[in-house]
């Protein structure tokens, strides 16, 4: 099993926020009000509201009922037993949730079209990775590093390694087949649901699990119906 679901925050209702809150636990009304910062307020909210919805239509039961594990967010909890794997994405005011029954990681990088995406590269990846961006045209190369980027966070998720780690590991890019060890046994897969947003999803699959493609949805509000298919393609 393999979901993913995708929606930005800015279209939901203006109530939202005040209308939602009783889905959440205790222990996440905590973290939510330890939050100071108003975006992050709503990117916390609205990423667990997406991810409860996801997961109560796929499991049959009601999202008050979830809970995102304090100690462990990368699993949801069904009246305090685990019941799937888990990962959460956000930038702005855009959101990506996954799940599965199998380790999953996904992240989502909006484009900032002013931003100098070759210094972050220099500052944060390997110098042969450097090197091949530098050999590309400069709108490829926006694609290609935002594109390796999201792959990275998205194994970080998946794996638990840390990220700074995995920045640095050069083989994930040039469309390359199989990823270093200890990564071979996962897989990953890129697309860009909308013009300006990056998307990846990694997981840890079982044997002979080798999709080409995975097909995802994008709906207008976490309460409401898909209204899309995102569909990603194997990187």
Same mark, same amino acid.
């Given at each position: 099993?393999?979901?993913?679901?995708?929606?930005?925050?800015?279209? !939901?209702?203006?109530? !939202?926020?005040?209308?939602?809150?009783?889905?959440?636990?205790?222990?996440?009304?905590?973290? &939510?009000? $330890?939050?100071? $910062?108003? $975006?992050?307020?709503?990117?916390? &909210?609205?990423?667990?509201?997406?991810?409860?919805?996801?997961? +109560?239509?796929?499991?049959?039961?009601?999202?008050?009922?979830?809970?995102?594990?304090?100690?462990?967010?990368?699993?949801? $909890?069904?009246? *305090?037993?685990?019941?799937?794997?888990?990962?959460?994405?956000?930038?702005?005011?855009?959101?990506?949730?996954?799940? *599965?029954?199998?380790?999953?990681?996904? =992240?989502?990088?909006?484009?900032?079209?002013?931003? =100098? !995406?070759? +210094?972050?590269?220099?500052?944060?990846?390997?110098?042969?990775?450097?090197?091949?961006?530098?050999?590309?045209?400069?709108?490829?190369?926006?694609?290609?590093?935002?594109?390796?980027?999201?792959?990275?966070?998205? &194994?970080? @998720?998946?794996? #638990?390694?840390?990220? #700074?780690?995995?920045? @640095?590991?050069?083989?994930?890019? #040039?469309?390359?087949?199989? !990823?270093? %060890?200890?990564?071979?046994?996962?897989?990953?897969?890129?697309?860009?649901? %909308?013009?300006?947003?990056?998307?990846?999803?990694?997981?840890?699959?079982?044997?002979?699990? /080798?999709?080409?493609?995975?097909? #995802? /949805?994008?709906?207008?509000?976490? @309460?409401?119906? +898909? /209204?899309? %298919?995102?569909? &990603? @393609?194997?990187?």
């Amino acid at each position: 099993m393999l979901y993913f679901t995708c929606s930005s925050f800015k279209n !939901w209702p203006e109530d !939202w926020q005040a209308n939602s809150s009783f889905l959440l636990s205790d222990t996440e009304h905590l973290r &939510l009000k $330890n939050i100071r $910062n108003p $975006n992050r307020r709503m990117q916390f &909210l609205a990423g667990r509201l997406l991810a409860k919805t996801l997961i +109560a239509e796929r499991f049959g039961c009601h999202p008050s009922d979830l809970e995102v594990d304090p100690k462990n967010p990368t699993v949801a $909890n069904f009246s *305090g037993t685990p019941i799937v794997n888990l990962s959460i994405s956000h930038t702005a005011d855009y959101l990506a949730v996954s799940i *599965g029954k199998i380790p999953v990681g996904i =992240d989502c990088e909006r484009d900032h079209p002013k931003r =100098d !995406w070759l +210094a972050i590269a220099q500052n944060y990846f390997s110098s042969y990775e450097v090197s091949w961006l530098q050999s590309l045209p400069k709108a490829l190369l926006k694609q290609e590093f935002i594109k390796s980027w999201t792959i990275k966070e998205a &194994l970080a @998720k998946c794996s #638990g390694d840390p990220l #700074g780690k995995l920045l @640095k590991v050069s083989s994930l890019v #040039g469309q390359v087949e199989n !990823w270093p %060890e200890p990564y071979s046994e996962y897989r990953c897969w890129s697309g860009q649901p %909308e013009e300006d947003i990056y998307l990846s999803l990694v997981v840890r699959p079982r044997p002979n699990f /080798t999709s080409k493609e995975v097909i #995802g /949805t994008y709906r207008n509000s976490f @309460k409401g119906p +898909a /209204t899309r %298919e995102i569909r &990603l @393609k194997a990187s």
